[in-house]
């Protein structure tokens, strides 16, 4: 019996030695990854940091001489008007209108760029009333269209009201511009409350989720279904400026404030017979 006792003694000591040099090995390597990761998370935020001051700063360095070119260019028709030519106010129309697009283009710019860095209180928004705000300012462009904007009733959502504002803006503004050339755009907004059988193809955890899913339709131009994911990357375009004057960052803004949500966007088309965007935002979980 004491050999035997001796025996498991010793059996138990080697496992409990193994045993020790393995945790110990295992806590210095996890260790030495969390000093790893959180080197790298430090120079992450760092370079988001630098990111965001070099957006800020480009923006309004870039808007100063963008107003005073706009400004010059109206000073320079509105004096000397009798004395320009055709082709001199042909000019001075088209820098006037490329620094109004580049104008245009930074604010959007930018506007992508805080949706990124996120920092907006989750609030409950009511759709309806955002929807109005929407299309009252978007009133002018509507009426240039002859544009028709459906909108069915609207639920209240929990979320980031300024980004939800800017998702239907570009949504409409995306209808609106790439409609058909001398027929009214037609665009219908309608909600209702589904399950994740429409995004088992993405996971198939979401097959018990309930979500709300809001539609935007339009009878536009459409698009081949080969580029339904092309379209939300960030100055991407499928058409020349020449032919739209879409600047390829709406689309992307629509999928940033989306994902914020933790929801998903798919798009529809087809050539000649408009578009269909499907945005899924889940249902919280009583």
Not at 147 to 165: D, N, R, V, W
């Amino acid at each position: 019996m004491p050999r035997y006792f001796a025996a498991i003694f010793l059996f138990a000591s080697v496992i409990i030695f193994i045993s020790f040099l393995v945790i110990f090995k295992e806590y210095r390597q996890r260790s030495q990854y969390q000093k790893q990761l959180e080197q790298k998370m430090l120079e992450v935020n760092t370079y988001n940091m630098e990111l965001e001051q070099i957006a800020f700063a480009t923006s309004h360095d870039l808007q100063e001489p963008l107003r005073r070119i706009r400004t010059f260019s109206d000073r320079l028709v509105w004096k000397y008007h009798d004395q320009l030519n055709d082709e001199g106010k042909m000019i001075l129309s088209r820098i006037d209108f490329s620094a109004r697009r580049m104008q245009g283009l930074i604010e959007d710019l930018m506007n992508f760029t805080n949706l990124v860095r996120g920092g907006e209180q989750l609030s409950v928004v009511d759709a309806d009333q955002l929807l109005q705000s929407v299309v009252d300012y978007l009133k002018q462009d509507i009426e240039i269209k002859k544009a028709t904007i459906h909108i069915g009733q609207m639920p209240s959502i929990t979320g980031f009201e300024k980004q939800l504002y800017l998702m239907f803006k570009a949504l409409i503004d995306n209808g609106l511009k790439f409609s058909k050339p001398g027929i009214p755009p037609v665009i219908t907004i309608q909600c209702v409350q589904t399950t994740g059988e429409e995004l088992a193809h993405i996971d198939n955890k979401l097959l018990k989720k309930t979500f709300i899913r809001i539609s935007v339709q339009d009878n536009g131009i459409g698009f081949s279904n080969e580029f339904s994911q092309k379209i939300f990357l960030i100055f991407q375009r499928l058409h020349s400026e020449s032919d739209y004057e879409g600047k390829g960052i709406g689309l992307a803004i629509v999928e940033r404030v989306v994902t914020n949500h933790n929801g998903y966007v798919l798009a529809s088309a087809q050539i000649d017979k408009g578009a269909l965007f499907n945005l899924y935002f889940p249902v919280p979980e009583s």
